[in-house]
């Protein structure tokens, strides 16, 4: 099954429009500013799932499929695929819905690994009963 048959797969984390601001000058948003608003969908996942405070410790697997363009609205989709004792693996997702109201493409996704931390910054226990 190729991208532009499936759908989106987790929970909808975030929806954010792209900006002029946040491209270049052919209008193609920047990839890092893609992989952020990724990072901030996979952030409110692991917060919520940890119970607190996490931090991004890594990011892998990246594919970008399609650029995103000045007016798309970007949906970042996360599930998490593996909880350890103290990080998380999810996977991410992100789609762009066209200012032309075509059907949502798969533009980007991944795989990020967030720990959770304490007051201190320290690593610290994820319930694994959650």
């Known amino acids: 099954m190729s ?12 929806r954010t429009v792209a900006m002029p601001a946040d491209a270049n000058p052919n209008g193609d948003i920047f990839g890092g500013w893609v992989l952020s608003q990724m990072d901030i969908a996979g952030g409110v996942a692991a917060q919520q799932r940890a119970g607190g405070r996490v931090a991004t410790v890594a990011v892998d697997a ?3 499929h399609r650029p995103v363009f000045i007016g798309d609205i970007l949906c970042c989709y996360t599930t998490i695929e ?9 996977r991410i997702e992100a789609w762009a819905q066209r200012r032309d109201h075509s059907p949502r493409v798969l533009v980007t996704e991944g795989t990020y690994t967030f720990v959770a931390i304490d007051e201190t910054r320290r690593p610290r226990p994820v319930d694994p009963e959650v």
């Open 3 to 14: 991208a532009d048959d499936r759908a989106p797969k987790g929970d909808l984390q975030i």
């Open 62 to 64: 990246m594919t970008f």
């Open 82 to 90: 593996r909880v350890g004792r103290t990080s998380m693996t999810i």
